[in-house]
Nanobody, 125 residues
Framework: QVQVVESGGGSVQAGDSLRLSCATS????????VAWFRQAPGKEREGVAC????????YYTDSLKGRFTISRDYATNRVHLQINSLKPEDTAVYYC??????????????????WGQGTEVTVSS
């Protein structure tokens, strides 16, 4: 069973930046497509960004392009989500999801079998 663990959430002020991290128990993490999703209170889970295995491609939800950057660190076997210029509407639980040995990534939640427990981000104005 692949374990996925998120970290880096917290309570911040509008305009601040955060870097969320996703780690797994798999040493072949580079072969996994990884995505970040978020779920705000009272709302459905939405895709934020994803990166394909071997980093061939990455995708972002259109409304979030420019402030969010997904990247993979092979040295630490982690995938990061950098969030700049945080807004109160970014308040949500952020989840990392992974799917092994697939060439492409997706922002559709059902594409992923391995999920973390989430890390909470709270942005105050």
């Amino acid at each position: 069973q692949v374990q996925v663990v998120e970290s880096g959430g917290g309570s911040v002020q509008a305009g601040d930046s955060l870097r969320l991290s996703c780690a797994t128990s798999e040493n072949t993490f580079g072969r996994y497509a990884v995505a970040w999703f978020r779920q705000a209170p009272g709302k459905e889970r939405e895709g934020v960004a994803c990166i394909s295995s071997t980093d061939v491609s990455s995708y972002y939800t259109d409304s979030l392009k420019g402030r969010f950057t997904i990247s993979r660190d092979y040295a630490t076997n982690r995938v990061h989500l950098q969030i700049n210029s945080l807004k109160p509407e970014d308040t949500a639980v952020y989840y990392c999801a992974a799917e092994g040995f697939t060439a492409y990534c997706s922002l559709v939640a059902t594409s992923y079998h391995h999920w973390g427990q989430g890390t909470e981000v709270t942005v105050s104005s």
